[in-house]
């Protein structure tokens, strides 16, 4: 008789943070350089329509990489940051820390620090948080509130940034307490770095083209 066999563990999709408000501006600033540059290179004269073009080729990369490139995705097992140029895949097993300073940091247990460019920090944003809480705790300072509301309060008084880092240390701590992250590191390299090739390709070319016209012209 067979023994039977063991449930599976349960699989969840992994967590995505992006800047919503890069991916607006990326929208916009694409629209502006298709209008004006595709006017310039249907409408323009001699060297004009080349330079368009050129331009557009070195510019729509660049905007794509900074604006709508940038996610993070986060699972039990790994983290992955997909930065303008680079993507950086580990296990939770790597991660020493996440820190949101001036800009969001993920340092290894190697020393090696990535920025998540997709996990922006408004220090607007972070004064607001502040200023509420102060006002929070003059308003309610024996802390009277229930625990379900005080916490939905909480996260609404956090900076997104600080929020999006407090989260992936819970989910980094989560991995390393059920163990996934040692499963993930036995079938996984421990960091592995992807340089984006389509996207600095174009790029490069676009720039050459740009310094070959106007070196010509």
Avoid: C
Wanted: glycine share 8%; hydrophobic share 45%.
């Amino acid at each position: 008789m067979t023994s039977p066999t063991p449930p599976a563990e349960p699989v969840y999709a992994d967590r995505t943070f992006r800047s919503p408000a890069g991916i607006v501006g990326g929208v916009l600033l694409l629209l502006l350089i298709f209008w004006i540059g595709g006017d310039a290179a249907i409408r323009g004269h001699g060297r004009v329509p080349w330079l368009a073009l050129a331009g557009m080729l070195t510019s729509v990369p660049l905007v794509v990489a900074f604006t709508l490139r940038p996610v993070v995705s986060a699972g039990d097992r790994r983290i992955r940051i997909r930065n303008p140029f680079r993507t950086i895949t580990m296990p939770w097993t790597e991660v020493a820390d996440l820190r949101a300073g001036y800009s969001s940091e993920l340092f290894t247990e190697g020393g090696a620090k990535y920025q998540l460019w997709a996990v922006p920090v408004s220090l607007r944003q972070r004064k607001k948080a502040a200023r509420q809480q102060s006002r929070r705790s003059l308003d309610d300072p024996y802390d009277r509130t229930s625990a379900q509301a005080d916490v939905r309060d909480t996260r609404a008084r956090t900076a997104s940034a600080d929020q999006t880092l407090a989260d992936l240390r819970e989910l980094a701590e989560r991995a390393r307490t059920a163990g996934a992250g040692a499963a993930a590191g036995a079938t996984e390299s421990s960091v592995s770095v992807r340089w984006a090739y389509e996207v600095i390709a174009p790029a490069v070319v676009g720039a050459v083209l740009l310094a070959v016209l106007f070196a010509t012209g």
